[in-house]
């Protein structure tokens, strides 16, 4: 078999978690480099990989290395997808690419014009959950699309200062719902209301963000959407998708790590669901890598786009617009709003 | 036990359902049904009354508590004709389209001193009501979010939702009502989005078929409601209120619990099919309720209040779909 020699660039907790699963679970790769400021040698050692570097360009020099997953922190995320892509490296960059349209699109772009694969990491579009209910959806199963549902609770609510720049709950976190409506139901957001109320942390409430929102969306197609999103299910990581059609529904529950259920006078007790993403959503981080290796090594078609990331960041600040003026947002007029944000 | 005699307006599906359940009830004597349209002949059983005019009911000084199964346009002025001979109100849903016509009839009904139980029947199911429970045991904590589906098996007539008042206080005012129910607490504002998906002809009565409506509660919560007028699997009736310590949710009654698993996939029965069938003991249990507060001089567990904040809530949505923006809850 053909290896794919990667490069990961980052290795926080969501790179060393790509890392270890390009190492351990995925066939068709080969890393050889790791790039992070802060990085644990023993750990980089213990899976192999025979270049660690604190300077990115050790990967992007490095004409052996064909794709790079950029794991980096958030606000540098469309700069390494521009350096990646004018060193000619297909490219895998975690969510979200930026908080704005602007460097979404010059990043696409750059992608484009050099002729490399760009795959965003919206995991849930290879969550196995999750494939099976868009494919029923898009094969007629449930008939018309009419109305989506989506609940998507934390388990517990993230410290204020991952909270401050995080980019809001919007932009760091109902940005998997919106894209997850655009992906189950094959159509665009044309329409946002989103409310929202700061009923978890107070403190996420004095740093500027909410903690509890819900969220309505009409569709291209006519469909209508809602979205609950909340900072802390103390019961755990809360993911649950229903999608309601013409002829029928068809819906997705909680995954929990262990079947068991125990009934006592007290009542009956089954586990509460994976206690965060990680876990939850295991599979899909591993198979949105080999779709990745696909993309580049055969060409597959790429399962998150530069053009997802645009319109479900485009979503999320239609969803700020609402909030602030406590309207519904059409998304013409939200794209028009955030390029002004971007130009002035 | 004290029995007591009742009269019962309107003897459509709504009104013989009730007057069934009063037949078997302990402590409850039918007296008289009166209903201009409908064909008496085989029911109701011998020694009940029947004629097509109101006055059988409302005059007879035997009946204490009237039950008001009629029309919609009829249910103000039958209420307040009912107060003013000194009886008892059970009145179905909704008591007015109007809020001025309700606080009319509310204020009627307090003058003459009697009581009135509006016909919110999902408040007595056991399943919602165990909700409620969590919520008040403080199970969940601060309600932070409640989220209700409500899906009827199948569009109503053209004609029926000609002169319902539209989706949101014929069929959304029952989780309304649910949403007051399960928070404790008031509606503050409602911003609705609706739409046309599945009978064109409903569109062009001037209604929706579809709509998912947010509220704003007084005390800082947020509330989901998603309706449609057709889900082909069945009546899809569920609850879930989220807060600080945990959430109780409640999913579809079924009309059994096996599950037939094979090659293809693990099948269970559709939902109970509609409001007749999954309501059954909410509807004995709203009726019992209402005549153990008349015996033990209560007030009902849902009343005139009640009645008049669930259609003030859903003229604000009607006005949010108008309008295209979140729209503020009037007043009682």
């Known amino acids: 078999m053909n290896h794919i020699t990667v490069g990961v660039i980052g290795a926080g907790r969501i790179g060393r978690m790509h890392t270890e699963n390009l190492v351990r679970a995925v066939p068709g790769a080969r890393v050889k480099a790791v790039a992070s400021p802060h990085l644990d040698q023993g750990w980089a050692r213990s899976l192999g990989i025979p270049v660690v570097a604190t300077d990115n360009d050790v990967v992007f020099d490095d004409p052996e290395i064909e794709a790079v997953v950029i794991a980096a922190p958030s606000g540098r995320h469309c700069e390494l997808v521009e350096r990646a892509a004018a060193a000619g490296k297909h490219i895998f960059c975690e969510k979200p690419l930026a908080f704005e349209p602007g460097p979404i699109e010059a990043a696409g772009r750059a992608a484009r014009e050099a002729g490399v694969v760009l795959q965003v990491g919206f995991n849930r579009r290879s969550d196995p959950s999750l494939v099976d209910l868009a494919d029923t959806v898009q094969s007629g199963g449930v008939g018309e699309v009419q109305t989506l549902r989506v609940t998507n609770r934390d388990p517990k609510a993230p410290p204020v200062d991952f909270v401050k720049r995080s980019g809001g709950l919007f932009f760091d976190f109902v940005i998997h719902d919106l894209d997850t409506v655009r992906f189950l139901s094959g159509s665009e957001i044309v329409e946002v209301f989103a409310v929202g109320a700061v009923l978890v942390d107070p403190a996420i409430g004095a740093a500027g963000d909410i903690d509890t929102a819900v969220v309505t969306l009409r569709l291209a197609s006519g469909a209508l959407a809602v979205i609950d999103a909340s900072r802390q299910a103390v019961y755990g990581y809360d993911q649950r998708f229903e999608v309601l059609g013409s002829v029928g529904s068809v819906a997705v529950d909680n995954l929990r790590p262990s079947t068991r259920v125990l009934s006592t006078t007290g009542g009956v007790v089954t586990r509460t669901p994976y206690g965060g993403f990680v876990a939850r959503y295991r599979d899909a981080f591993v198979a949105e890598l080999r779709s990745f290796v696909e993309a580049v090594s055969a060409g597959d078609p790429v399962v998150a786009t530069a053009d997802d990331a645009l319109a479900a960041v485009r979503a999320a600040a239609a969803a700020r617009a609402s909030l602030a003026s406590g309207r519904p947002v059409r998304l013409e007029s939200a794209a028009m709003a955030a390029a002004g944000d971007a130009t002035s | ?332």
């Open chain 2, 1 to 332: 036990m004290k029995t007591i005699t009742v009269g019962v307006l309107g003897a459509g599906r709504i009104g013989r359902l009730h007057t069934d359940n009063l037949l078997r009830m302990p402590g409850v004597r039918v007296k008289a049904i009166a209903d201009p349209f409908v064909d008496f002949t085989g029911w109701p059983p011998d020694g009940v009354a029947t004629g097509v005019d109101p006055g059988l009911v409302l005059g007879d000084h035997e009946i204490e508590a009237v039950l008001i199964c009629s029309p919609t346009p009829t249910h103000a002025p039958f209420t307040e004709a009912a107060a003013a001979a000194g009886k008892h109100v059970f009145c179905e849903k909704p008591i007015d389209l109007e809020p001025g016509r309700i606080r009319r009839t509310l204020e009627a009904v307090e003058r003459a001193g009697v009581k009135l139980q509006v016909g919110f029947n999902r408040r007595f199911d056991p399943t919602f009501a165990r909700v409620r429970r969590a919520v008040v045991d403080g199970d969940v904590g601060t309600v932070q979010i409640v989220k209700i589906t409500s899906r009827d098996p199948e569009a109503p007539p053209v004609s029926y939702v000609q002169s319902s008042g539209g989706i949101f206080l014929d069929m959304t005012i029952h989780d309304f009502d649910m949403v007051r129910f399960l928070t404790g607490g008031e509606v503050a504002e409602v911003f609705a989005m609706g739409a046309v998906l599945i009978d064109p002809a409903i569109g062009e009565a001037g209604d929706i078929d579809t709509a998912v409506t947010t509220m704003v509660m007084a005390d800082g919560a947020l509330a989901v409601v998603e309706n449609s007028r057709q889900a082909v699997y069945g009546y899809d009736q569920r609850v879930e209120v989220f807060g600080s310590k945990g959430s109780a949710e409640a999913g579809n009654e079924t009309p059994n619990r096996v599950t037939v698993s094979g090659a293809d996939g693990v099948r269970a029965d559709n939902p109970l099919y509609f409001f007749l069938e999954r309501y059954q003991a909410s509807f004995l249990a709203e009726m019992a309720a209402f005549f153990d507060c008349i015996r033990d001089d209560r007030e009902p567990p849902v009343g005139g209040l009640d009645g008049l904040m669930s259609v003030l809530v859903g003229q604000a949505a009607a006005r949010s779909i108008v309008e295209r923006r979140p729209v503020p809850v009037e007043r009682p």
